[in-house]
């Protein structure tokens, strides 16, 4: 990350809240990452998610 790039902020979570979140680090990858990797990972969740329930509400058709 460049200097621009990164800027310190501080999010509160519960010490439990913490550990959990350091268990999923990988050796050597920074919190952001895994953040980072979070997000990614719930966005497509969504976009599966909002694909899924469009099918069976009908908004899709058949390509022929």
Do not use: N
């Not at 969504?46 to 058949?62: Q, Y």
């Amino acid at each position: 990350m460049t200097g621009s790039e990164c800027s310190t902020k501080r999010i509160p979570v519960r010490p439990s809240t913490w550990e959990e979140l350091y268990e999923l680090r990988e050796p050597g990858q920074t919190f952001d990452q895994v953040l980072s990797d979070m997000v990614a990972r719930e966005k497509r969740r969504r976009l599966f998610e909002d694909a899924d329930r469009k099918m069976r509400d009908g908004h899709f058709v058949e390509l022929e």
